[in-house]
Structures are given as structure tokens and as C-alpha cells.
């Protein structure tokens, strides 16, 4: 009776339902659950709900003084930076990076473990850690020869240093820890200081970034001006002795501004007015006829038939006006008419001005690699897909000339644009890797949240399909940022007050 057919096959089905049943739910409690219902969450590395709460809870009661509970509690970090490690390595894209700021807040008891707890429960395996922005910088104030005040200032916090131990803790967590760094934007700070005047650049209407409608807080600096290398310099040389796994150069151009001033169309709207700037701009003359209409159109925005045959007769001994860039036969004299020439002579001083102004920009963010490429660490620049355009006879106001980054550098695109669906900003990083070298590191910065549309703004989800769909490449992207997908949680440390 036990032997019939019926029964065993009755038999099979029951233990095969019953291994069903338990291999599912050893998979539910997995960090990294691998059931069906969950493959969304799967697909980018997120670990479970339950599994993110049985750390916290470890770590929270690790915090009131339980040993048992701090070794769990450091066990589970390590497995769960493990478990990473492995998805990531079989999940595109291979790195997942986010965008993170921290506060003096974050120098309390466990504090940075929770931040960065939060970062693995998301899936990611890299962080961008601000480090100077907005004219103050994660240096502590007993270690900080910088210009720029420290982040942190409390009382009795002088010898904390926010920037190594967020490297350590998210190192422990198999977290590689980039710091992030505003560039040509030295902060409000730098403005105070009359020893600096100089160093700040200035339009043709004698303003600087400061004096823009909308902005109290950048201040754009003039890239030739040698006291604003130095000072950029030294504070990247101590933010390269903590040894981040890498350095993101962020602001690599001029102010944006808005309305019609969003588009440069002539000399008063470039940043070529401080000392340095304009000096260096001469320096690019070959020749006497060269440096004197540099000078004219510099000073008035134009050049004029006259001031082609004044120039002419000051220096007879000349043939053409020359400077670095302009192809024509100097040793021969044109035929052509003052007249004549002075349109082609307008448009090439006015291209002369626009390259003048972005190769600053190139050579600053060079020298500011510098330091962290003598040490084998990795560097990166931050860019804008559309901040390089021509439009018309006139350029995007921020000058950002990424198409001449070199491919040394990682590049960082932002991919913001908005249009109801993930279109244009695909449209961005085919833009940006069509115009990269073989061999340049291209990864994306995607703006958004997980599971949800933020305005016009598709889902994080929605964007990395949309990318993996197109370009499988991609070895990396990144999200902006922490701030976005826990906003209580930075508001909280924003604005609490260190105890």
C-alpha cells in the first residue's frame, strides 16, 4: 500500500515542495535577497529591509557599551561588505558610486558607521566625499595651514579629523572613498580676505561671481593668478596626505549665469579682467602689431579700421599682427585694406579671448592633479555635458572645456537633463563618450531618487536601465546624492547640534 506508484510519486511532490519552501526562505533573509518578488531590489545590490535593521539595531546597542553586541555588530559590516563586493562584481555597473556631505555633526559616537552603513544598505561601493566647498574645508583646525577655515570648529574638536575617519570607516565596509573638491569656486570666505584681491577674476563690467543675480556664495577665481594656485595647491596636497582611493575636481570653469548673460557674445562677459588673466593674454602676442590690438580690443571689446592702420603705422617694421594661435604668413603684408581686414581680425582677437579664457581653466585643473597623480591616486573632473558650446557667434557663460580634459583624468559628467523620460540624458553621455579618447574612464553622475519620479525627473531605476540599454560600457555611475535618498537623515545632522 505504502509502495504504490501514487504515493511515492505523492511523496517526491511533497519533498519537493518542502526544499522549495526552505530554499526560499533562506533567500528572504539573505542580505542581498535573490527571490523573484525581489529581483528589482536585487538588480542593483540593495540589501533587505530586515537585513539593513538587524545591523542598526547592532550597532545602535553596540553604541550604549555591549561588547557582544559591538562584535556582531563589526561581523555583519564585514560580511555585508563582502556580499558587495560579490554582487557588484556580477551587477552592471561594476561601481556604483554617491555624492555625500558631512557636517560637524558627524564627529559624534557612531555617527560616520550609520552614514556609511546606509551607503552599503543602497548598493553603492564608492563615495564622493565633499571636502572643500563653499569656502571651508573637512580639514581639522589643528591641522589646517590652508587659507580656508575648517568645516568642523567645535570646541574641543580641533584634533578630529572627519576626512581620514570617513575614509577608514567606509574602507572597512570595502567603500573606496574619493574626496571631492570644488575647483576655480574658492567660497565667500576667500573674498574676505584683501591679501586675495587680486586673485579674483572679474568681467569687463568690473564684477565679480559675486555681484551675479542669484549668487552671495561662489567666488570664481582668476586661474592664472599665482597666489590662487599656491593657495589651491597646498590644500590639495593635505587633502592627498589622507589618501583617498581618489580626487574629484568639481566647478573645473567659470560662473554660470542666466537669462541672455547665459550666452558669452563679447569681451565684457568673459572673466579676462584681472591682473593675471590680462597679463597673461598679452603674453600670447608674437609680435608688437599683435600685442597692441590685443590690447585695443581688450579695452574697448572691438577693433576698429583706424586702429588696424594706427597699428600699422606704429610699427611699419611689422608685417601682420601675430599671436599664439593665428595662422597667416607674418613675413608678408596683406594687401587687403584696413578695411578689409578688420572683420576677420575682429572675430580672430575674439576666438583668441574665448581659448584664452578656457586654457586657464584647462591649466588649473592640471596643476590641482597634480599632487594626487605623483602619488598613484586617482583623479577625476566634474563636468557639465552642455558646458562647452558654442551658440552662434557666442559660448555657454561657463567656458567648461571638457572635450579637452585629458583622458588622465576620469570623467565625470553630470547627466541632469529633465524631459519627462531618460532620453536626454542618455543623450548626454553619448554626447561626452563620443567625444572621449580610447581609454578615458567616462562615468556619469545621474541626479534622482530609487523608485520614484522627482518632478520631471525619471526614477534612479529608470536611468540606469535607459544607460545599461545603450551604453553597457559604462564601467561606472554615480548618484546625487546621499542628501536626495535620506533627507531627513542629512537634515538631521545638517542641523543638530554636537553634544
Known amino acids: 500500500m505504502f509502495n504504490s506508484p501514487l504515493n511515492f510519486a505523492s511523496k517526491i511532490l511533497f519533498w519537493r515542495c518542502l526544499f522549495a519552501t526552505i530554499f526560499t526562505s533562506s533567500l528572504l533573509v539573505s ?99 565633499e571636502v572643500f566647498s563653499d569656502g571651508q574645508v573637512l580639514l581639522p583646525v ?45 567660497g565667500y570666505t576667500y573674498a574676505q580676505r584683501p591679501d586675495r ?40 596636497q593635505e587633502v592627498v596626505r589622507r589618501r583617498p ?41 608674437q609680435n608688437n602689431k599683435g600685442l ?45 585694406s584696413a578695411t578689409q581686414r578688420q572683420p576677420l581680425l575682429q572675430v580672430q582677437l575674439w576666438q583668441l579671448a574665448v581659448a584664452h579664457a578656457m586654457q586657464g581653466i584647462l591649466d588649473f585643473v592640471n596643476l590641482a592633479a597634480y599632487p594626487a597623480q605623483q602619488q598613484g591616486i586617482p583623479s577625476g573632473a566634474v563636468f557639465f555635458p552642455d558646458g562647452n558650446q558654442a551658440i552662434g557667434q557666442g559660448y555657454d557663460s561657463r567656458l567648461q572645456p571638457w572635450d579637452r580634459f585629458p583622458s588622465s583624468l576620469e570623467w ?11 532620453s536626454c540624458i542618455v543623450q548626454e553621455v553619448q554626447r561626452v563618450l563620443n567625444a572621449a579618447q580610447p581609454g578615458t574612464k567616462v562615468i556619469p553622475a545621474l541626479a534622482g531618487s530609487w523608485g520614484k519620479s522627482v518632478g520631471n525627473r525619471p526614477s534612479l531605476e529608470t536611468q540606469m536601465q535607459a544607460l545599461r540599454q545603450s551604453t553597457p560600457q559604462l564601467a561606472g555611475v554615480s548618484h546625487f546624492a546621499y542628501s536626495w535618498q535620506y533627507p531627513e537623515h542629512d537634515s538631521d545632522r545638517k542641523f543638530c547640534r554636537v553634544r
Open 31 to 129: 542580505p542581498f535577497g535573490k527571490q523573484p518578488a525581489q529581483a528589482q531590489i536585487t538588480e542593483y545590490c540593495q540589501l533587505s529591509t530586515a537585513a539593513a535593521k538587524a545591523k542598526e539595531d547592532l550597532r545602535l546597542s553596540a553604541l550604549k557599551g555591549n561588547q557582544d553586541a559591538q562584535n556582531r555588530y563589526q561581523q555583519l559590516v564585514q560580511q555585508h561588505a563582502q556580499e558587495l563586493q560579490n554582487c557588484r562584481n556580477r551587477t552592471w555597473p561594476e561601481t556604483q558610486a554617491i555624492w555625500l556631505r558631512l557636517y560637524p555633526c558627524d564627529i559624534q559616537p557612531g555617527a560616520i558607521d550609520q552614514v556609511m552603513d546606509r551607503v552599503v544598505n543602497r548598493g553603492y561601493n564608492k563615495i564622493y566625499v
Open 142 to 186: 589643528a591641522s589646517n595651514p590652508t587659507v580656508w577655515p575648517s568645516i568642523v570648529r567645535t570646541p574641543g574638536a580641533e584634533n578630529i579629523d572627519l576626512l581620514s575617519a570617513a575614509i577608514q570607516k567606509g574602507r572597512e565596509r570595502g567603500l573606496k572613498v574619493y574626496a571631492w573638491v570644488f575647483t576655480n569656486n574658492f
Open 412 to 422: 565625470h559628467p553630470m547627466s541632469y537633463s529633465t524631459c519627462g523620460n531618460a
Open 292 to 336: 597692441e590690438l590685443i590690447r585695443r580690443f581688450l579695452g574697448k571689446g572691438y577693433v576698429t579700421a583706424g586702429d588696424i592702420t594706427a597699428v600699422d603705422q606704429l610699427h611699419p617694421q611689422e608685417s601682420e599682427p601675430m599671436w599664439q594661435g593665428r595662422i597667416t604668413q607674418p613675413e608678408q603684408k596683406s594687401i587687403l
Open 245 to 285: 582611493d581618489g580626487i574629484l575636481f568639481d566647478y573645473v570653469r567659470y560662473p554660470r549665469q542666466t537669462g541672455s548673460n547665459s550666452i558669452a557674445t563679447k569681451v565684457s562677459d568673459l572673466w579676462l579682467f584681472s591682473p593675471a588673466t590680462k597679463e597673461a593674454l598679452f603674453r600670447r602676442a
Open 197 to 236: 584681491a587680486e586673485a579674483i577674476a572679474r568681467n569687463g563690467k568690473g564684477q565679480t561671481s559675486l555681484y551675479l543675480p542669484g549668487n552671495s556664495s561662489q567666488l570664481y577665481i582668476d586661474p592664472y593668478n599665482t597666489q590662487a594656485k599656491r593657495d589651491y595647491y597646498q590644500m590639495v
